[in-house]
Nanobody, 120 residues
Framework: QLRVVESGGGLVQPGGSLRLSCAASGFTLDHYAIAWFRQAPGKEREDVSCISQSENIINYADSVKGQFTISRDNANNAVYLQMNNLKPEDTAVYYC?????????????WGQGTQVTVSS
């Protein structure tokens, strides 16, 4: 079973930035499209962004376009989510997952996620 590990979350003031990392446990991330999701308290998990294996497909939710940037670092077997100009409504647990292609079924188990809290 594919396992991923998210990291990089924390407490940040509105307008601040964070970079989340998605690492693979026991497999190579560059063989998969990687998607980021988030789940805010009391809400369903929602798509945030996805990047294909070759980076020719990159998707963002409308709510984060122009604010978040997804990227791959194959040398370090990682995928990043750069989050800028954070807002309180970005507060959520963020998860990454491996998939065959963006929008398809997930192939990795859900990790523990990383908490992002945007508050003054």
């Amino acid at each position: 079973q594919l396992r991923v590990v998210e990291s990089g979350g924390g407490l940040v003031q509105p307008g601040g930035s964070l970079r989340l990392s998605c690492a693979a446990s026991g497999f190579t991330l560059d063989h998969y499209a990687i998607a980021w999701f988030r789940q805010a308290p009391g809400k369903e998990r929602e798509d945030v962004s996805c990047i294909s294996q070759s980076e020719n497909i990159i998707n963002y939710a409308d709510s984060v376009k122009g604010q978040f940037t997804i990227s791959r670092d194959n040398a370090n077997n990682a995928v990043y989510l750069q989050m800028n100009n954070l807002k309180p409504e970005d507060t959520a647990v963020y998860y990454c997952a491996a998939t065959g292609y963006c929008g398809s079924i997930l192939l990795s188990e859900w990790g523990q996620g990383t908490q992002v809290t945007v508050s003054s």
